[in-house]
């Protein structure tokens, strides 16, 4: 089945700093991926859409300066969680369209992100 | 906007017993999908129902929609330990954009 790896599985950054997290597609080309936020024992909440070649699309409320994402390639997005704060703290989970085949979302394991 | 919400909120049950989740949402929708997921990690997808579909079953799963109720169910039957985990209704309105439900905990007993 199709494969999606996210690196860093887990990251610990002090206030202020900004951290990356990738996504990766690792045998499929995925011209859109989504990024997800998830608090403890809490859903998953759609932060935005991330589109190969282009700027991503924000979801009501979240702050595009502050949640940086670059999808360079159809395999790689990237978001960057500038100037972090302990409210960031969370389970950051990114997901890759499949454009071609069985047209599913498959989600990579997740990066708990922890700002003291 | 929330769409899905999911009841119960937990449930516990002893091994071999069936599980039903129940998913409630509030738009049209393409299609919902059941995900499950482990503590700390990330989701796997179990099963996706179309909106002109009305049952599917996948190995011990049963997935019913009720476009008219705009509700889902999710059956696990013959419940294992290895079952306990958070099962997650979500719904495509468009653009393969999921709004997530809240939730289910299941704990099966051993």
């Known amino acids: 089945g199709a494969v999606v790896s996210q690196h860093p599985s887990w990251v610990i950054c002090k206030s202020g700093t900004s951290v990356k997290i990738e996504c990766r597609s690792l045998d499929f080309q995925a011209t859109t991926m989504f990024w997800y936020r998830q608090f403890p024992k809490q859903s998953l909440m759609l932060m935005a859409t991330s589109n190969e070649g282009s700027k991503a699309t924000y979801e009501q409320g979240v702050e595009k300066d502050k949640f940086l994402i670059n999808h360079a390639s159809l395999t790689l997005s990237t978001l960057t969680v500038t100037s972090a704060h302990p409210e960031d703290s969370s389970f950051y989970i990114c997901?890759?369209?499949?454009?071609?085949?069985?047209?599913?979302?498959?989600f990579g394991p997740g990066t708990r992100l922890t700002v003291t | 906007s929330q769409q899905g919400e999911e009841d119960p909120q937990a449930l516990s049950i002893q091994e071999g017993e069936n599980a039903t989740m129940n998913c409630s949402y509030k738009?049209?929708?393409?299609?919902l999908q059941w995900y499950r997921q482990n503590s700390g990690r990330g989701l796997v997808h179990l099963i996706l129902?179309?909106?002109?579909?009305r049952e599917k079953h996948s190995g011990r799963l049963r997935v019913t929609l009720d476009t008219s109720k705009k509700s889902s169910s999710l059956l696990i039957t013959a419940s294992r330990a290895a079952d306990t985990a958070s099962y997650f209704c979500a719904t495509d309105r468009s653009n393969y954009k999921l709004t997530f439900g809240k939730g289910t905990l299941l704990t099966v007993n051993p």
């Open positions: 997901s890759a369209y499949r454009t071609s085949g069985s047209h599913e979302q498959y």
């Open positions: 129902i179309r909106s002109n579909e």
């Open positions: 738009t049209s929708i393409n299609n």
